[in-house]
């Protein structure tokens, strides 16, 4: 299991934690069981959110904890300064055949569009990088929390419809949640759209940025939609994309250091 101690990634994983549990509480001790009774129309809605909330809560695990895909560091510093001395022309740092490139940061050869930690592929609210083996989980965590805000919105402002006369705190509490649901909701699912995009157009932001007008706009023959989801989410059912398990939970490069030992 992957940890990493990053303060600010660490109360933002308490945050997050604490804004499920407290709608979570909030939707059924609160609301549903003093409201509805024990109805059948409350047990359903109970079950759907905690679903909601259950599923939230392992695919956050499952992308914080999980190897994103981090490149194995040589046993021995390698020395790239006669590279550097002219890095815009020097054909050793620029992509090869294969893809592969020095990073300037840590010395060390990376794969194709990989690239060093805390850049665009880090996130401080699973307190990790997204990368290959976790960007599953990772999209699957905004999907979660993005439907768990709108359904909690929704149920809010149905039950203030159809139970008008509420407590005190019943009000305040309905206040908070959909204050929290709906800056939450906003800003994952403007996440979630942006990764979509990213899948689709087989790019991400780095690699967007170091593109010019000319080649950013030159067409390119990019694999079927389905490929490129498969890519991300794993062959199989669209209902196999929607659980937070099945795909690789290891980095294989981390099974052949010496391929990076000099």
Request: proline fraction near 5%; include cysteine.
């Amino acid at each position: 299991m992957l940890f990493r101690k990053d303060p600010c990634g660490i109360i933002c994983i308490i945050l997050t934690y604490a804004m499920l549990l407290h709608c979570l509480y909030v939707a059924v001790c609160i609301l549903i069981i003093p409201l509805f009774n024990e109805s059948l129309y409350g047990t359903l809605n109970a079950l759907i959110i905690c679903t909601l909330v259950f599923l939230a809560t392992l695919s956050h695990g499952r992308a914080a904890y999980s190897d994103p895909g981090f490149v194995p560091l040589p046993k021995r510093k390698l020395d790239f300064s006669d590279l550097k001395t002219n890095s815009t022309t020097n054909p050793l740092l620029k992509a090869n055949g294969e893809g592969w490139t020095v990073c300037n940061r840590c010395d060390t050869y990376r794969p194709a569009r990989s690239h060093h930690c805390r850049l665009d592929h880090h996130c401080p609210w699973i307190n990790n990088c997204v990368g290959e083996f976790n960007q599953k989980y990772f999209i699957l965590f905004l999907f979660y929390i993005g439907l768990t805000s709108l359904y909690a919105v929704s149920f809010i402002i149905w039950s203030l419809i159809v139970f008008p006369q509420k407590s005190e705190a019943q009000i305040i509490h309905s206040i908070v949640i959909c204050i929290e649901a709906c800056l939450f909701g906003i800003f994952v699912i403007t996440v979630l759209v942006d990764q979509i995009q990213s899948i689709i157009d087989d790019r991400s932001l780095i690699d967007s940025l170091k593109l010019d007008n000319e080649s950013r706009n030159t067409p390119r023959v990019l694999p079927s939609k389905r490929v490129l989801f498969e890519n991300v989410f794993g062959s199989g059912s669209i209902i196999c994309w929607l659980l937070p398990c099945g795909l690789r939970s290891s980095n294989k490069l981390n099974d052949s250091l010496d391929a990076y030992t000099v």
